[in-house]
């Protein structure tokens, strides 16, 4: 059975640093893996989806790493800004359609 | 525009009224989810479809039903719902091709049984 973690849990930085959320998994025979933004209260946002072919993927101040081999990913936020502040999920995902999500990091970014 | 919509987002029941949670989708989605997420337990895949009439269960199916009808509906079914059931719930789909298959979710329905 597919387990996916993330660490840290929690994480509070000072706004403008560059951080990395971590995200590793047990089966490395995935289909893609999806990182998400929840806030408080609210749905969850995509962020990037890295397929399983793929390397890395970028969006803005946002870059994904996957290395399947290692069951790893990292999700990289440049110059991170309060509105940062959210819980990032990461999802990975099988060619059958199960989906197991990790527990989340909840980031601070403080002004 | 393009979304996927769950009704009712809210909800308070009692244990043993049956319910059903609609989720709808206006992007021609082949691939549709269910989901729950508790405090501590993250969020739980409940049942899966990947296309109209093929459904599976995911990691918590126990108490739940569903069907697929029509490609853009996928309803949560609750027949006897007990306490335990309470939660949030989130509805997704997506494309089922080598692109663009990233899931797309729901606002979410917030469950309480009494």
Redesign the interface.
Known sequence: KQEVTQIPAALSVPEGENLVLNCSFTDSAI??L?W?RQDPG?????LL?I?SSQREQTSGRLNASLDKSSGRSTLYIAASQPGDSATY?C?V?TN?????????TTLTVKP | EAQVTQNPRYLITVTGKKLTVTCSQNMNHEYMSWYRQDPGLGLRQIYYSMNVEVTDKGDVPEGYKVSRKEKRNFPLILESPSPNQTSLYFCASSLRGELYNEQFFGPGTRLTVL
């Open positions: 289909y893609n999806q998400f609210k749905g969850l946002t995509s989806l397929q999920l999802a995902n059958a359609g199960k989906s197991t999500f990790g527990d989340g």
